[in-house]
């Protein structure tokens, strides 16, 4: 028996829907052209004003934003509320040079923490539940996002954040919780630190596990279910829309429901911008319909994505998106977090390195390896190991301050690393995610 | 007075030495001594040869190679005889980062390569001990 937190919501007709996304965007647009003046001005140089958004319909006249514009905007260029009326703010993994700052008013929170409530409940979560967060909690979306929506729903939430798996482990068996939220490797992870420990998936109390912030293939939540005796539960968002709890998965696990009450979705060619069918494939992109400190419209989340408006069993009429099948740009998500190969460019130059690089990932016992092989540059090499050795220990910390993950340094010798056609390959992806 | 080893990053792999031992045959130079230090994924080959800087030319295209100026002691070979070199060093408050030794053309002779922090001092140190110190002249002979 399906459950769901705002069942009138989440179970409208779609006429509804409909009626309540019209009625917001036409509010979101008037909110974004009264207060914030770039995206005004990427209105105007479109000719378009608040009057030619009537409907959602009508979204599709109005320009994109790209990380692009947010970094140029850093930190207060999109802001639609005075700060002072602001309580909080989240931001991405370090991305080249400048980080990308989303701002929340106690609204904006509550629409967020009323988007992972609905995930918790989706997962079978009542406030009879032990929910486990284990995100990280900080600048982070994860721990908060899911924290809140654990406190919604009732359950008696531990704030655990991520790491100290043994610890993890302790409060998971001593508090009986119930249901898990963390990467998706990081639940194998713990799965396989439990068969060490000598535990059964039937001797912990866990029924369910929401887990996202990564992509992860449906091998991988076959091996999670088994490993720890649970249902496990995709969710989807990003820092820039509000966090997790964009989209998130029924007890059907086939698709993430997009909280259209919040987020309305399109899929466009990532080439020309242009809108496509339904039931293509393209990049998602996103409007807010009700945000006041950090409204966007139309931004572009590289997604490659697919979506479902076929009714699901679980009573949802909200449209489903497919896990994402890639990307539109050269983003790559290590261990949870986002990395650009441009942002390992900046670090190698900046370090004295040359710009030949290889970026080589893959996940074995389904946690994220990365490592990176670099080539010494003749005016760095010296007859002492030591030397060298510092070196490659250096430009280590100088990667894991850029990225927010340690990747292991290899250091080769010059011109080895592959190059096809004079250019490069700059990135090998051995998972096998898509 | 000091003479030059040649060191040479090498990938810590199968065939790599072998490809840099037969380029510098290659080069008509012939090593009087080596030694090859590793780390996880690359490895430093240091050599001396006779004419450093044709072979540092010749392999330079291929290789990543760089100079040093290493102390090459003259000493007897026998026992107990490297312990007062060491002394000495060691009272001139010098250190070595590594060294490595080969056997003369002499029976009774060996010569230990250091990489010291102050040759200029190292040599001048030994010199005045009575021990003798090689040249990048000495080894042309």
Redesign the interface.
């Known amino acids: 028996m399906a459950q769901y937190y705002q069942p009138e919501i989440e179970t409208a007709p779609r006429e509804k829907i409909l009626e309540m996304q019209n009625e917001k965007i036409v509010k979101q647009v008037r909110h974004v052209w009264d207060n914030v003046p770039y995206y005004r001005h990427l209105m105007e140089k479109k000719g378009i004003t608040p009057e030619d958004i009537k409907s959602v319909d009508d979204i599709r006249k109005l320009p994109f934003l790209s990380k692009d514009d947010l970094r140029e905007t850093y930190p207060y260029g999109l802001l639609g509320t005075d700060l002072k009326d602001c309580v909080r703010i989240h931001s991405t993994s370090g991305t080249t040079g400048k980080r990308v700052v989303a701002f929340y008013t106690q609204h904006d929170i509550d629409l967020w923490e009323d988007c992972t409530a609905r995930a918790i409940v989706a997962a079978g979560g009542t406030k009879e539940d032990v929910v486990q967060v284990c995100y990280g909690y900080g600048l982070f979306t994860g721990g908060s996002g899911l924290h809140g929506g654990s406190h919604k729903v009732g359950c008696l939430t531990l704030p655990m954040s991520s790491g100290n798996t043994d610890r993890q482990i302790q409060f998971m068996m001593d508090l009986s919780a119930t249901i898990l939220c963390c990467t998706p490797s990081y639940a194998a992870y713990i799965g396989e630190a439990l068969a060490e420990q000598g535990i059964k998936p039937e001797d912990n109390s866990l029924k369910a596990g929401i887990f996202g912030a990564e992509p992860w293939t449906e091998e991988m939540r076959q091996e999670i279910e088994k490993s720890l005796g649970i249902k496990a539960y995709d969710i989807y968002g990003l820092t820039e829309t509000s966090g997790p709890g964009v989209a998130f998965e029924c007890e059907e696990q086939k698709g993430m429901h997009i909280n259209e009450d919040h987020f309305y979705a399109e899929i466009i060619d990532p080439d020309t911008g242009e809108v496509l069918p339904e039931g293509s494939k393209g990049e998602l992109v996103f409007t807010s319909l009700d945000k006041e400190a950090f409204p966007l419209l139309r931004y572009r989340t590289k997604d490659i994505c697919v979506l479902n408006r076929t009714p699901c069993s679980c009573g949802r009429t909200h449209v489903r998106m497919c896990k994402p099948m890639g990307r539109s740009d050269d983003m790559m998500i290590i261990r949870g977090v986002n990395v650009f190969p441009s942002q390992i460019e900046t670090v190698l130059l900046k370090e004295g390195y040359t710009p030949n690089y290889q970026i080589v990932v893959d996940r074995e016992r389904n946690t994220d390896t990365f490592d990176i092989f670099v080539e ?1 540059a ?1 005016d760095q ?6 030397h ?2 510092r070196m490659e220990k250096s430009l280590e910390s100088a990667l894991r301050t850029m990225l927010g993950i340690g990747p292991k340094v ?5 011109k ?1 690393i592959t190059r096809s056609e004079g250019k490069a390959v700059r990135v090998i992806d051995k998972r096998k995610l898509h | 007075m000091a003479i030059t ?1 040649l ?1 040479i ?3 810590n792999q199968p065939g790599a030495l072998v490809d840099a031992v037969s380029a510098i045959s290659g080069a008509g130079a012939n090593i009087r001594a080596m030694s090859l ?1 590793e ?4 490895g ?1 080959l ?1 050599i001396i040869v006779s004419d450093s800087d044709k072979i540092c030319k010749l392999l330079g295209d291929k ?4 100079k ?1 100026e290493v102390v090459a002691a003259r000493m007897s070979d026998r026992s107990g005889a490297l312990y007062p070199i060491l002394v000495a060093l060691s009272d001139a408050n010098i250190n070595i ?2 060294m490595y030794a080969f056997t003369g053309s002499d029976a009774d002779e060996a010569y230990v390569v250091f ?1 010291v922090n102050d040759v200029k001092t190292a040599e001048a140190v030994l010199n005045s001990n009575g021990v003798s110190t090689l040249s990048d002249e000495s080894l042309k002979l």
Do not use: G, K
């Open positions: 010494v003749p090499f010296s007859d002492l190991m030591s060298i050795q290899h250091l080769v010798a010059p080895t | 080893q060191s990053f090498l990938m230090a780390a996880n994924d690359f430093i240091r290789y990543l190679i760089s040093t980062e590594y990489r």
